[in-house]
Each structure stands twice: as C-alpha cells, then as structure tokens.
C-alpha cells in the first residue's frame, strides 16, 4: 500500500462491446493533490470516474484509491471518497438542507460533524436553506452538490465536469473552494473542458480516445510547447478558417475565442502566408505572434496522435 | 446501512411521493375512481329491465302477476301490449321484455295451486307464461330471464327445479368485481410506483450518487418500499370502506383474513415492481413493462372478467403464474362465501412463495454496479 499517493492507476482498461473507452490509463495522484483530467467529450473521463469510484469493474490494468484496490475493496473505497457526477444528482424536489442532511445521514454522520469543512460554501446557500433544490441557479446546485459530496469529510473527491454550464464568475468561485479543501488535505480528482480552470491544478492530464497524451504541470504543459505559435484574425472567419488550413507550413488551424490559432512548422513563412490569403480575397488579415496555453499544446499533442 | 440513515431514506422517500401531487393523485384518487366506476357503471347485472305484459284477459290472477314483477326494482312496467304487437314492442325498445299470458292462465294457475294440480299443470298445452326477450345483449337476457323465472315461480315448484343462489342472492357484480379490482389495483399502484421510483433515481443520476456511499443496495430498497407500502395500506382501507359502505357488500367473511392475504399481496406487488426496476433503465421503459406485464394479464387471465374454468388448457396453466389469480381467489372464498382464513391456506401458500422468489430474484439482480 502506498500511503503517500491518494490515486494510483496502472494500465486501466475498459471496454464497451468493441468500444475502447479507458485504454491503459497510468497515474498517480498524490495526497492533498488537485489534479486536473482535461480533455473532450468521449475522452473517457467519466468512464474513468466510475472505475475509480467503483461504479465499473476494470477489464484490464488496476487501480488504488487511497491505498484501497478498487475491485476487491470496493466497499472500504465508497465510505471515504465523496462523488459528484457530471450531471447535478441531488434530489431536486427536495430543499437545499433536506438535501444536506439526506447525505449526512446516509454516511452515517451528523449535518454539523463536518460543519466547518462546508461552511465557506454552505454559508452562501444558507440564505436558500428552504428553496427546492431544482430552483437554484446552476452555480448554486454545484455548490451544495459539492456539500454534499463533503459532508463526510472524505479522503479523496472526484468530480466530473463539476462546473460545466455554470456561470463564469460562479466557476471561479468554485475552483477557489476546491484549492481551499486541498488545503484540508483533501485529494481531488476533477475533469474539465475548460483550459483557465485546468490552470488552477497542481498537475494535469491531457486525455483523448481513452488515453492520457501528457501528465504535466499547467506550467509544464504550456513550456512543452515547441515550435511558434500564430494568432490570426479577420472578417469572415469560417472561410478564413479553411483558407488558412490550406496553406503551407500550417500544422493545424482552430478557433480561439474571436481569433484563430495556428500551430506551424518550418516550412511557415508569415510574409508569403498573408500574400497567399490576399491574393484569395482576405485582405485585412491580422497575424500575430501569440504565447500558447494549455489548449495549444493540447491541440498540438491530438493533431500528433 | 446505518439506523439512522435507513430512516433518513424512507423519510426522504416519502417527501418525494407528498411532493408530487401526480403521485398522490394515482394512488389515492385512482382506487376510489376504479371502485366506482366499476361498481356502478360498468356492470353486468341486470338492474333496469323496462316489460310489458301481453294478456288476452287482464284478470285478477294476471293483474297480480304484473304487480309482483313491478314491485321489484329490476322491472320497470310498460303497460299492457296486443299480442300480436310483441314484435313490435321489442323492436322499438319500448320493453326488453314482453310478458306473455296465455288465455287460459287462470284455469292453469288455480288448478296448479290444487293438490295434485302440478301434474295436471304439466300436461297442459302450451306455458302458461311465456317470456319473450330483445336477447341482442344475451348477458341481460339470460340474466333477466333467470331473474323473472324466479319471481314467477317464487317459492313453488313450479319449474320443477328450485334455484338457490347461495352468497350473492340478487347476483350483484359488485360482490365479482370488487376482489377482481383490489387484485387490479394493488399490483399496479405498488408496482408501478416502486419500479418508477428506483429507475427514476437511475435517470436522474442520483442511484450514482448513492451507489458511492456506504449504504447498501438492499437498503436502498426496503427503504423506498416502507412509504410505498404503507399507501397501499391506506388504499386497503380506503377500498374496504367503499366496498362495506358504498358497495354495500357484506363482508360477510373474517376481515383479519381479508386484510392478511391483502398485506401479503401489497408485499408481492412491491416486490414485482423491485423486479421491473432492475431491468428498466428509463421511467418509460418501466411503466411500459408494467403494463404489459402486469395490466393486460391480470385483466384477461386472473379470472377477473373472464372464468378461469373457461379457458383454453394453455391459458388455464398460464394464469397459475398470475398471483392475482390466487389472490382474486382467496379474496373471494374470504369476503363473499365467508370461508375460515383455513381454506385459503393453498393460496396464501402460493402467494407467498412467489413473494420470497421475486425478493429473491430482485436482490440478486439489483446491483451495485452500473453495468
């Protein structure tokens, strides 16, 4: 048993009839880590929550959650984890306390046990400790999701898209909780789509199609980053899109918020790039030099595969 | 699972059901509707038969006759029609039935009444009285005809054979129907509601939830079962009281009985409904299932509608595997011919094992697992 590792994967595999959805899957997730899995739909990120929550039996490989295996101590595992899948899974006809002390008692602990671990998130809510949980705001139901996923202090959480449709500003607040628990000593595995929110782990992975392409710090994923990378901006930016997919040198080409973000070799010549789109109609092109990020390299890493 | 926490499930259980007026709705106002829809509307008895008499001398000995048959509540006169006009009478529905006298009733009748006189009677020429029915609906026909024949021959032996019907003497549907629908009812109410509640949490996403915790799953299912049980122990009572009050149906039997092999039943609906929820994964899938499974069968095999003797042998033995076949059964022996809880002894018997099996089946299939 490891004691100093909260996750510890090797190999995991899980298939669905021919559908590989967890292919080999190795990391490990140390204690008091927040760990970030960032990646597309159909990754297999919410197939991998499930192994490591017990909810699936591997087919191949094995895995520890807190120095318990997750087939045969399946049992131990649930009493000390805590779970928030990807869609909200509280009672929703059910008021916002009646849903806390549901779970309280259901780990066998009382609302108030653990009261100072949730309190910062509960303090928010508690002006709508009578309003039916199906009438918050999104940002409101993952708060007292994640309440209820605390209330029995568990040793490592896992959440799953935690924080998808949920407002902006509500998302931040979110993610400052989470670092606030790791401080508790609370291991956290969560998923993402969202590249500003995998900046606020301590350690990353890029996963698609079932397998982990890089284990990294954020830092480290973006410094992995070799070659330049462009930023590209104009008016009809779906015909520009294409154009620029055409060109020599381009490695690849998506949109990037307003503009759109080039990956080059060393074939790429700025200069002979924007007189190709002028003389394809483009003429008002804006291209730069851009500093890349985690979806960059993430990009970069999919387009090698 | 904790004490505590099973407590704090049937709890949270139970607010679900008060939430949802829909819920409250099916299963408290559908048995109260189903009993009296059934008990009043949908009937077979025969209860407003309009007649007319056909008699070529109204005499005293007639007069009487049609008196005794107006009284009844299930004849209503029409007046005295030409005998040769009776065709006509039924075809213009203005009776169901057309009393016919023959000429020499009086002679018949006072000699029948004399010592000796039913021979004599049986060596006339002809009935005395002849019954003409509209038979287009040939259940009212029959039923009409056994009723009037009774009234005519009323006491004497006139017919030759004396009819008693023992148990339901104004062959009232009610005293049919009624175990029919509480067979009916409770396998749907508890079933469906069981089996939509706990696929409901699957589609929700909450069973994840609760899958990761350390409750287990038989935990989860005798806490959803306890406030689904529990309402159908008020609808008991609820459709008891319509039966004994509104029904008017004697409950001549033991009532402990009654309600034992009634509790007995709820506690199989509700373990069929388990059974359902752990092969549906969508609320619709399950309560297609239950009506399909549960519904149709009950209605066409259980002996319900339709006497079990008279089916096809293959039907017959298909119907053994209906528990509300053996539940409609002891219903019946119990609260209508009042038989001791003793002679039931087979079906509970029945019932009660198909219960421990369906737990059985149900537990093993429920699993903790998402595939």
């Not at chain 1, 930023?231 to 918020?257: D, I, N, Q, W």
């Amino acid at each position: 048993m490891t004691a100093d590792r909260a996750i510890r994967v090797e190999g995991l595999v899980k298939r669905y009839g021919t559908m590989t959805a967890v292919d080999g899957v190795t990391f490990d997730v140390r204690r008091g880590e927040l760990f970030g899995l960032i990646g597309p739909d159909g990754a297999g990120k919410t197939t991998l929550f499930r192994l490591l929550t017990t909810l699936l039996v591997p087919d191949a490989g094995r895995a520890e959650v807190d120095g318990f295996d997750i087939v045969r101590d399946a049992r131990a595992i649930r009493a000390r984890v805590g779970y928030m899948p990807g869609r909200f899974s509280l009672y929703q006809d059910l008021s916002v306390e009646e849903n806390l002390s549901f779970f309280a008692a259901l780990f066998g602990v009382g609302e108030r046990d653990n009261y100072d671990l949730i309190a910062p998130i509960y303090r928010q809510l508690e002006p709508f400790r009578t309003r039916r949980a199906g009438k918050l705001s999104g940002g409101m139901k993952q708060k007292l999701a994640l309440c209820c996923a605390l209330i029995h202090r568990p040793s490592v959480l896992f959440l799953d898209e935690p924080t998808t449709g949920v407002d902006p500003v509500s998302r931040g607040e979110f993610w400052e909780m989470l670092a606030r628990l790791r401080g508790e000593g609370i291991s956290i595995l969560a998923a993402t789509p969202y590249m500003d929110e995998a900046r606020r782990c301590d350690r990353v992975a890029l996963c698609d199609s079932g397998r982990l392409l890089a284990v990294e710090t954020p830092e480290g994923v973006v410094a992995s980053f070799d070659g330049e990378l462009y930023a590209l901006s104009g008016r009809e930016r779906y015909a520009l899109l294409a154009a620029a997919r055409a060109e020599a040198g381009v490695v690849a080409c998506y949109p990037f918020g307003a503009e759109h973000h080039l990956t080059v070799d060393e074939r790429f010549d700025p200069a002979h790039f924007r007189q190709h789109l002028a003389e394809a109609g483009f003429h008002d092109v804006e291209l730069r030099r851009a500093e890349p990020g985690i979806e960059d390299v993430f990009m970069k890493r999919m387009h090698h595969e | 699972m904790k004490r505590n926490g099973f407590w704090a499930f049937v709890r949270k259980e139970a607010l679900h059901i008060v939430r949802d007026p829909r819920t409250m709705l099916i299963v408290l106002g559908i048995p109260v509707v189903q009993l009296l829809l059934f008990g009043f509307a949908l009937s077979t008895e025969v209860n407003n038969l309009d007649f007319a008499v056909a008699a070529p001398h109204r005499s005293e000995a007639v007069r009487q006759v049609v008196e005794r048959i107006a009284a009844n509540d299930c004849f209503t006169f029409r007046g005295y029609v030409d005998p040769a006009q009776i065709d006509r009478v039924l075809r213009t529905g203005r009776a169901d039935v057309v009393v016919a006298f023959a000429r020499d009733f009086d002679r018949r009748q006072a000699e029948h009444l004399r010592p000796g006189g039913e021979a004599a009677a049986g060596m006339g020429a002809g009935p005395a009285v002849q019954l003409v029915f509209d038979a287009s609906n040939p259940n009212t026909a029959s039923a009409g005809a056994g009723y009037l024949r009774r009234l005519l021959s009323d006491g004497d032996a006139a017919a030759g054979v004396e009819m008693h019907l023992l148990y339901n003497p104004q062959m009232k549907s009610a005293y049919n129907f009624v175990p029919g629908i509480m067979g009916l009812l409770f396998i749907l109410i508890c079933s469906i509601m069981t089996s939509v509640s706990i696929v409901r949490e699957k589609e929700t996403g909450t069973m994840e939830v609760l899958l990761v915790s350390p409750v287990r799953p038989v935990g989860i299912v005798f806490a959803k079962m306890i406030p689904y049980f529990v309402l159908s122990c008020v609808d008991l009572a609820v459709i008891l009281l319509l039966v004994r009050y509104v029904l008017g149906v004697p409950l001549s039997g033991s009532l402990a009985a009654v309600v034992g092999i009634s509790v007995l039943y709820l506690l199989l609906a509700l373990a069929l409904g388990l059974f359902i929820s752990t092969i549906a994964d969508r609320q619709a899938t399950a309560l297609v299932i239950s009506a399909m499974l549960m519904l149709l069968p009950v209605i066409m095999l259980s002996g319900m509608i339709f006497p079990i003797e008279n089916m096809p042998r293959i039907l017959q033995a298909l119907s053994c595997v209906i528990p509300a076949r053996w539940y409609i059964e002891a219903v019946r022996k119990l609260m209508i011919q009042a038989l001791p809880f003793s002679a039931v002894l087979r079906e509970f018997g029945i019932l009660l094992a198909m219960t421990v099996a369906l737990v059985g089946v149900a537990l093993r299939k429920f699993n903790d697992k998402l595939e």
